[in-house]
């Protein structure tokens, strides 16, 4: 059923069985669990994760390829049985970034990916500890890492 | 807040609903503990900084001004995926 929805983009019209529903929801935001993907022409790369439930609540999200081009995690098997994953791409993965007053200082969080299932719905925001992904990365460093790794690519084949 | 002491190699267990968790003390050097947590696997365990860490990264992404923020963002980010790497492995 199409019903409509008042988000932090405005009023939008989602399919109610396409909700993303987060149960266990977001670290700072476990009251709500219904979610929506966005990804409006305007503002792309950046797709925003809305509530359908609180209107002032939207997580900045991007792709994090596009950002770390090598950008890889290992899920456990509890949560790909949750999400009912049987190959990659029956997931999305995200991540927040923080964008404050200052673009110098925009952070993407590597370390806490939200993993979207295609087959279920079902979302979950994913805490990896010990690992070389951290909350915070500077988007800066991040990209002029990125554009050396693939000019070593195109250079290498 | 409850407040029990225990030993080393003593444990305690919290139930939550049907299910238990046990927590023993394994070790204690100068002040500093070692537990080991048994439970189901779909009880997450985060050493509690971390958790409050993301807490608070979650809540400074959510922004007011999202067309500005977006604008200076799409000037920011390239645009060419590799199809190199896919991001996530199944375990």
């Known amino acids: ?157 | 807040m409850l407040i029990l002491s225990r030993k080393v190699g003593e444990s305690i267990i919290i139930k939550v609903g049907s299910n238990n968790i046990k927590i023993t003390i394994l070790e204690s050097n100068n002040g500093t503990l070692k537990l080991g947590f048994e439970a189901p696997k779909e009880i997450k365990i985060y050493r509690s900084e971390l958790y409050e860490e993301i807490v608070n990264q979650n809540k400074a992404s959510i922004i007011d001004d999202i067309t500005q923020a977006a604008n200076l963002l799409k000037k920011e980010i390239p645009n060419n995926i590799s199809p190199k790497y896919k991001s996530i492995n199944l375990k």
Request: hydrophobic letters at 40%.
């Open chain 1, 1 to 157: 059923m199409i019903k409509d929805f008042d988000t932090k983009l405005g009023s939008v019209k989602i399919d109610t069985e396409k909700i993303i529903k987060f149960e266990y929801g977001i670290p700072g935001f476990e009251n709500l669990t219904q979610f929506a993907l966005l990804k409006p022409e305007s503002s792309f790369p950046i797709m925003w994760l809305v509530s359908l439930e609180d209107k002032q609540v939207a997580f900045p999200v991007i792709l994090p390829q596009l950002i770390r081009n090598d950008y890889e995690i290992i899920l456990p098997e509890d949560i790909s049985d949750y999400l009912e994953l049987e190959k990659p791409e029956d997931a999305v993965v995200i991540c927040i970034l923080t964008i404050p007053q200052n673009t110098e200082d925009i952070t993407i969080n590597l370390a806490a990916p939200i993993i979207i299932s295609l087959k279920n719905n079902k979302g979950l925001q994913l805490l990896i500890e010990n690992s070389e992904y951290k909350i915070r990365h500077y988007l800066k460093d991040e990209i002029e890492r990125n554009n050396q790794l693939l000019s070593v690519q195109r250079d290498g084949g």
